[in-house]
């Protein structure tokens, strides 16, 4: 299975610097980035979906740009 971004990061930030406190607490938010990250997804898929039935110009760079880069 494909690791996502947040994934990696939570990965990398638990092994590189020991949190090794609450797991808990590390565990919910990580779950809450991931949710983020879903709903961004979601959020771009659905605005490709709308432009391409819009017939309108658009290449994926610009797309991302105009939703993710404010």
Do not use: P
């Not at 879903?38 to 490709?48: N, R």
Request: hydrophobic share 35%; net charge negative.
């Amino acid at each position: 299975m494909r690791q996502t971004a947040v994934e990696w990061f939570a990965k990398e930030l638990y092994e590189k610097f020991e949190m090794r406190g609450d797991g808990n607490l590390f565990d919910e938010i990580l779950n809450q980035a991931k949710e983020m990250e879903k709903e961004d997804i979601c959020h771009f898929g659905a605005k490709c979906c709308f432009m391409t039935t819009q017939k309108k110009s658009w290449t994926i760079e610009e797309l991302y740009n105009e939703t993710f880069k404010e």
